[in-house]
């Protein structure tokens, strides 16, 4: 099984900011990775699908990179409704998701 | 209004089973592939199942097979988890979600319920 891991597992950081989070898998999926966004009490929402298309109605603000192993998920001016937590998910074969990294206001 | 409602859920003890319902309506329900996702309280996201649209493949995450069954009807519109044998570590919230197929390895889920919570507990 492909193992998906995210870092950080948590994040502090204030509106404006320019926030990365990491996922690695532990084999090449190629760019077979989505980001999905959860608030709290709220179900998951698709951010971004083979790894850099941002899903329609999504925030330019929002995009996604990588290949192979290791991708990104940028958030390039954090705004308060973006304070969540973030899922990556492999489509190379069974959808895993990552662990989670939280992201909260500093 | 695309929607997809979860129902069936509630406390049950160990050992025991229930039958979780999702109502789709507001798109094709017979186009997606559809899945369970469970999340236990306090944790991340976990992948359970998923069926194809006519549904002849069925897959399961390996900690629920043998145990659980994934089912549909289109004409009702409506996908099933069947959960027997339950154990306290089944405890969560269980989403249904719609799968978007672009192609084999490029596929994403584009509609989530709101979920029914799970409790196996004595």
């Known amino acids: 099984d492909i193992q998906m891991t995210q870092s950080p597992s948590s994040l502090s950081a204030s509106v404006g900011d320019r926030v990365t989070i990491t996922c690695r898998a532990s084999q090449s999926i190629n760019n077979y990775l989505n980001w999905y966004q959860q608030r709290p009490g709220k179900a998951p929402k698709l951010l971004i699908y083979?790894?850099?298309s941002l899903q329609s109605g999504v925030p330019s603000r929002f995009s996604g990179s990588g290949s192979g192993t290791d991708f990104t998920l940028t958030i390039s001016s954090l705004q308060p409704e973006d304070f969540a937590t973030y899922y990556c998910?492999?489509?190379?074969?069974?959808?895993?998701f990552g662990q989670g990294t939280k992201l909260e206001i500093k | 209004e695309v929607q997809l409602v979860e129902s069936g859920g509630g406390l049950v003890q160990p050992g025991g089973s229930l039958r979780l319902s999702c109502a789709a309506s507001?798109?094709?329900?017979?186009?997606?592939?559809m899945n369970w996702v469970r999340q236990a309280p306090g944790k991340g996201l976990e992948w359970v199942a998923n069926i194809k649209q006519d549904g002849s493949e069925k897959y399961y995450v390996d900690s629920v097979k043998g145990r659980f069954t994934i089912s549909r009807d289109n004409a009702k519109k409506s996908l099933y988890l069947q959960m027997n044998s339950l154990r306290a570590e089944d405890t969560a919230v269980y989403y249904c979600a719609g799968q978007v197929v672009v192609s084999s390895t490029n596929w994403y889920f584009d509609l989530w319920g709101r979920g029914t919570l799970v409790t196996v507990s004595s």
């Open positions: 083979a790894a850099s």
């Open positions: 507001g798109f094709t329900f017979s186009n997606y592939w």
């Open positions: 998910q492999q489509t190379y074969n069974t959808p895993y």
